[in-house]
């Protein structure tokens, strides 16, 4: 694989590009420039209109590939609750709505969730964090893999490390949330993690970066 070779990732959140940056370095793809959407100044949104996980992933990387020109690396994960019939799942990032006034929507998101479940008793708390992942390249050719965890919800946030639902998050077996592990504890289990280790095995495998890209 030649040095340098440009993949974007699309995505503006900036945990996100952090976290994909190091699982996919650390799954095999270390010779290629990670960059997020923010370095194409006027790259639209993509919204978020499908109704599974890879749909939406593939959404985005379609858009981002075909806007660019470069191969694309998209995702798109949640948190499913039991209780909820799976829910928040494709809306997890939006679940609180416009609710709040300013406050982080991360924030907002998970406190909705534990209030929504808060009269559920301990053994019906399970949950499960799922992510698609997909590698769009210009010539239209498509990777996709997944990674889910299972665990159960705690009554209150613990822990500051990750993001999003993650404190609220207790992996099956773990005595601490996926906010209360390092980063590269993290990786090792997650969804994000297990999805994307599985794409970058697809793409060193099939050397999909050189002949997918169109360079020599």
């Not at 996100?16 to 650390?26: F, M, Q, S």
């Not at 270390?30 to 639209?44: A, I, K, N």
């Not at 995702?75 to 709505?97: F, H, I, N, Q, Y």
């Amino acid at each position: 694989m030649s040095p340098a070779r440009r993949v974007v990732l699309a995505t503006r959140n900036p945990h996100k590009i952090v976290e994909l940056r190091r699982i996919l370095g650390d799954a095999g793809l270390p010779d290629v420039e990670l960059v997020g959407v923010d370095s194409y100044p006027g790259l639209p949104e993509v919204p978020e209109t499908g109704d599974t996980f890879e749909a939406n992933a593939l959404l985005k990387g379609r858009a981002v590939s075909r806007a660019t020109g470069e191969l694309a690396v998209a995702d798109d994960s949640g948190l499913c609750v039991e209780a909820l019939r799976g829910m928040p799942g494709v809306l997890s990032a939006r679940w609180s709505g416009d609710l709040g006034n300013g406050e982080d929507r991360d924030a907002l998101n998970l406190r909705l969730v534990l209030a929504q479940v808060a009269d559920v008793p301990d053994e019906r708390r399970g949950a499960w964090f799922e992510c698609a992942a997909v590698a769009v390249f210009p010539t239209g050719d498509e990777l996709v893999a997944h990674g889910r965890i299972r665990g159960t919800l705690t009554r209150a946030p613990r822990g500051a490390n990750g993001f999003g639902y993650d404190p609220i998050f207790l992996p099956t077996g773990s005595p601490r949330t996926t906010a209360e592990m390092s980063a590269d504890e993290k990786d090792a289990i997650s969804h994000r993690g297990r999805a994307f280790r599985a794409l970058a095995r697809l793409l060193v495998s099939a050397e999909a970066v050189d002949e997918g890209s169109g360079h020599e």
